[in-house]
Structure formats: C-alpha cells, structure tokens
Antibody
Framework: QVQLVESGGGVVQPGRSLRLSCAAS????????MHWLRQAPGKGLEWVAI????????YYTDSVKGRFTISKDNSKNTLYLQMNSLRAEDTAVYYC???????????WGQGTLVTVSS | ENVLTQSPATLALSPGERATLSCRAS??????LAWFQQKPGQTPRLLIY???NRATGIPARFSGSGSGTDFTLTISSLEPDDFAVYYC?????????FGGGTKVEI
C-alpha cells in the first residue's frame, strides 16, 4: 500500500533553514509527481510546491518562491523540501502528497510540524 | 490566483440528513475541481476529483457536480463518520488553491 512518511520538522528561529524529507513506498516513485502542502494551526490547507515525476518541472506558491526548493531523489524514493529564510508565517504542519492528474493529491503523509519562533 | 469560496462556512445537520456544500471559483476551472474531507487531527482524504469522479474506496453517498465556476458536493445521507471539514481544490491553474472549508457538524 502507498505510504508517505515525513520527517525533519521541529522548532527553528526566524531566518534559519530546515530540510524536510518524505520517504515513499508502495508505488513506483519515479512515475509520479509529488507535492508539499501545509496547514497552519487551526487554519485551512495551502499548497506549497510540486515537482514533476522526473524532477524536470517545479512550481511554487508565491509566498515561498526564492526561499523554498522542492526536489526528489528517485534512487532513494524520497521527496525533499529545503526551506530557507524561514518566517513566523511558515509555521504549519507540512504534508507531502502524491500527485493525481498534475495538480491534485491522492495520498498524503501524516505531516511534520514546523514551528518558526525565536 | 484563482480564489475558491466555500459556503456555508458551517452546516449543522443530523445523521440521515442530506448535506449540500458549495464551492465557487473566481475564474473558470472547467472541470478540474476536487473535494477533500478532513477530520480533527487527521490527514485530508480525497473524496472527489475532476468534479464528479469518486476516489478509490469512497462510498456512493458522496457525489460531486458542477463545471466552470460553480460546484457542489452532496452527501446523500449523513453518517456519524461524515462530520468533518470539507475543502474544495482546483488544479486548473497555478498556484493550486483550496477553498476555506465547510465544517459539517452535528
């Protein structure tokens, strides 16, 4: 069965960096695009970024452009999100999700909490 | 960006009743709209994709309809397990966007 397991969350000071990972299993990782999404405490869902199945294309929401980088390592079945210049408003549970039809999400991980605070 | 507006914000119903949730887009998404269910402390679950297609394992009491800018999620007869927050999401244009959610409560 499809499994997505995020890791790497924690408490970080504003302006610092963090890298999230998402280990995938139960499907052919190299055949699928992958997403990062987030949900601030008590708030709704926000899409963050997508990487195409082969890593060839990437798109980001405006608020993270130039600060976050999505990537995938098909040899390790792992998705990454490198987050630089973190801000308080980046505080959220971050989910990885498998792409459905180039823009929706059919399987989600359990999420990892990122707290940006001094 | 394409703004999705969901209504109502909260829907108070009883088990067995019919729930009708609305999602309106600021620009046409043709049929590229999905619905998700999220229960407290849980991961979102895909219910409907491309406006009217049920995802794997989703019961037939969940149905989606609409096109262009106006969409509806209908739960024909609410089960106790269906009380949750529901989000719509469009994949017609970047950035991908979600509606603000409708809470279905008892």
């Amino acid at each position: 069965q499809v499994q997505l397991v995020e890791s790497g969350g924690g408490v970080v000071q504003p302006g610092r960096s963090l890298r999230l990972s998402c280990a995938a299993s139960g499907f052919t990782f190299s055949d699928y695009g992958m997403h990062w999404l987030r949900q601030a405490p008590g708030k709704g869902l926000e899409w963050v970024a997508i990487v195409w199945y082969d890593g060839g294309k990437k798109y980001y929401t405006d608020s993270v452009k130039g600060r976050f980088t999505i990537s995938k390592d098909n040899s390790k079945n792992t998705l990454y999100l490198q987050m630089n210049s973190l801000r308080a408003e980046d505080t959220a549970v971050y989910y990885c999700a498998r792409d459905l039809k180039s823009g929706s999400f059919d399987y989600w991980g359990q999420g990892t909490l990122v707290t940006v605070s001094s | 960006e394409n703004v999705l507006t969901q209504s109502p914000a909260t829907l108070a119903l009883s088990p067995g009743e019919r729930a009708t949730l609305s999602c309106r887009a600021s620009q046409s998404v043709t049929g590229y709209l999905a619905w998700f269910q999220q229960k407290p402390g849980q991961t979102p679950r895909l219910l409907i994709y491309d406006a009217s297609n049920r995802a794997t394992g989703i019961p037939a009491r969940f149905s989606g309809s609409g096109s262009g800018t106006d969409f509806t999620l209908t739960i024909s007869s609410l089960e106790p397990d269906d009380f949750a927050v529901y989000y719509c999401q469009q994949r017609s244009s970047w950035p991908l966007t979600f509606g603000g959610g409708t809470k279905v409560e008892i």
